[in-house]
């Protein structure tokens, strides 16, 4: 009985791996397919790559032969140039941009002595372009262009007298020798206020040559009236004509000799009540009447210069009193031995009368 048992038991087992081994096989079998596929997969994909990478280098040495040949082509009958536009308006081609940057750089850098700085307020813009090789570049023409749109600061020297500007020169030198030139002629003479200043001027400023400067500063009112001044001093003092300018004079009698006899003074004949001022400062030394002289003003003005107002009809100073050049001091009349309403004028230096004629600055 136990027998038949284990058979029975060994039986089934039997059936079972009847079953199942044929799938275990064919799992195995399948794994195995499996692993060989992806061999292959492996192996047609390296192929693949390899496949591509030596086509897409084929095309691509391809392409780069292709593009050299069409730039070659077009170099041949084309060159590559720079259009150059300034505010927009075309003013030439040229073949190096740097080029005519540099040239324009070094425009502006090496300016002249009488240049103080170049001013390119617009730059050139460019753009490469192609043209035909027998197309002719303007670097010439691009650079006059570009240099007329500078603003060009000129650097010069003026001379000027008492700070007012007289003249202008080309250079620092030149300014000097004008400077020489009038000191050499006036100075320790005259007391002038001469200088050099520098001026700046975008405009073409006119300049002079250093003879034409001199002649121009040596003509200038300024040292003019200080040449009329100094002929007038007397012992360094500065007579001034005692009467207005406006006022209508007639000169009757002149310094020197008169009928054999002799005239110490300047007779002006003017108006009666004419107002007399003072030749220049002093102290008033004499105010009263004084015989032929008759209404007298004696003013001492230092340096032993002495002015006499004689024949006047009012006296409107007194005796040491100080008074400034033009003041009032007297009026015109004819007191004392007088003809007619007359000024007779006397300069006197240490008591020697002169010919006020000489000294009078008007
Ligand atoms: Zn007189």
Not at 85 to 94: K, N
Not at 257 to 281: C, E, K, M, V
Not at 318 to 341: K, R, Y
Request: glycine content about 6%; proline content about 2%.
């Amino acid at each position: 009985m136990i027998r038949f048992d284990i058979i029975l038991v060994i039986l089934l087992f039997l059936r079972i791996l009847d079953l199942k081994l044929p799938r275990i096989y064919s799992i195995i079998n399948f794994v195995a397919h499996k692993i060989s596929l992806k061999r292959r997969v492996n192996f047609i994909l390296e192929k693949k790559i390899k496949y591509y990478t030596k086509e897409c280098t084929k095309w691509t040495t391809l392409l780069v032969f292709g593009i050299l040949i069409i730039i070659f082509a077009i170099l041949t009958k084309y060159k590559p140039v720079y259009i150059v536009t300034l505010s927009g308006v075309e003013i030439g081609i040229v073949n190096n941009k740097h080029e005519i940057e540099d040239a324009i750089e070094s425009y502006v850098q090496n300016v002249t002595e009488d240049i103080a700085y170049i001013n390119i307020e617009e730059m050139p813009e460019f753009k490469l372009k192609f043209v035909s090789r027998e197309e002719q570049t303007s670097e010439e023409e691009v650079l006059i262009a570009v240099r007329d749109t500078a603003i060009i600061t000129y650097r010069r020297y003026a001379i000027t007298l008492e700070g007012v500007q007289k003249s202008v020169v080309y250079s620092l030198d030149e300014a000097k020798s004008v400077v020489e030139e009038i000191k050499e002629e006036f100075d320790g003479d005259l007391d002038l206020d001469i200088g050099v200043v520098e001026i700046f001027d975008t405009n073409h400023v006119d300049v002079e040559n250093v003879e034409t400067a001199v002649a121009k500063v040596n003509d200038d009112s300024l040292i003019q009236e200080k040449l009329k001044e100094k002929e007038a001093t007397v012992n360094g003092i500065v007579l001034h004509l005692p009467l207005n300018e406006e006022a209508k004079t007639t000169i009757t009698s002149r310094f020197g000799s008169r009928n054999g006899g002799y005239h110490s003074g300047l007779d002006i004949a003017t108006t009666i009540g004419t107002p007399i001022y003072a030749a220049a400062a002093g102290t008033v030394t004499y105010a009263g009447w004084q015989g032929g002289y008759g209404n007298l003003v004696i003013i001492s003005h230092g340096n032993g210069v002495e002015t006499y107002y004689a024949h006047c009809t009012s006296i409107y100073v007194s005796t040491g009193e100080t008074v400034e050049t033009g003041e009032l001091i007297s009026s015109v009349g004819s007191t004392g031995n007088s003809t007619g309403p007359h000024l007779h004028l006397e300069v006197r230096v240490n008591g020697v009368a002169q010919n006020p004629q000489n000294y009078l600055y008007k």
